[in-house]
């Protein structure tokens, strides 16, 4: 699940990063927000719709799956904030900066994974086992086609 999560988030960078560099076509920090929120919106509907979800079922697992994406975004967010301290500071950086960046990048999956872990036992208490099964298959196949929206997006554009 760290690694779906992971390439969510990567997805979403993906998208993301050529908005920033075009200074021209830069979105308002209003624009960026209410993009992320459709994303994540879309994100929760197309998981409801693939996990078949009942109402009831809906009503418990929507919360604790936006509090663990909040929580991994967090930790994502920190990291990679570490990481532009770093970058930031050059050829100032000193070893203890090196040192603190290197540890984040390198425990971010077993920290993701702790998250995951600790959702993982509450999904249970909500989902089947094929829900929890399919809840990999479709954050796995929503990442692909982000990706692949992204791509013909992209080509859209030469």
């Known amino acids: ?6 390439h969510l988030l990567l997805l979403v960078v993906t998208i993301v990063a050529p908005i920033a560099v075009s200074a021209k076509d830069r979105p308002s920090e209003s624009e960026r927000r209410a993009w992320m929120e ?7 509907e197309y998981i409801i719709k693939a996990l078949q979800l009942n109402d009831a079922q809906k009503g418990k697992f929507l919360p604790l799956y936006e509090a663990m994406t909040r929580e991994m975004g967090a930790i994502d967010s920190e990291v990679r904030s570490t990481e532009r301290a770093v970058k930031q500071k050059g050829k100032a950086a ?6 603190k960046a290197a540890d984040a990048m390198f425990n971010l999956h077993a920290r993701m994974g702790a998250v995951e872990a600790k959702y993982y036992k509450q999904f249970k ?5 094929r829900q929890l099964y399919e809840l990999k298959q479709a954050e796995d196949r929503f990442a692909r086609e982000m990706m692949r929206h992204h791509r013909e997006k992209k080509d859209r554009k030469k």
């Open 1 to 6: 699940m760290k690694t779906k999560i992971l």
């Open 38 to 44: 459709e994303m994540q919106n879309y994100r929760k």
């Open 94 to 99: 000193t070893d203890a900066d090196y040192q």
């Open 125 to 129: 208490s909500v989902l089947s086992s």
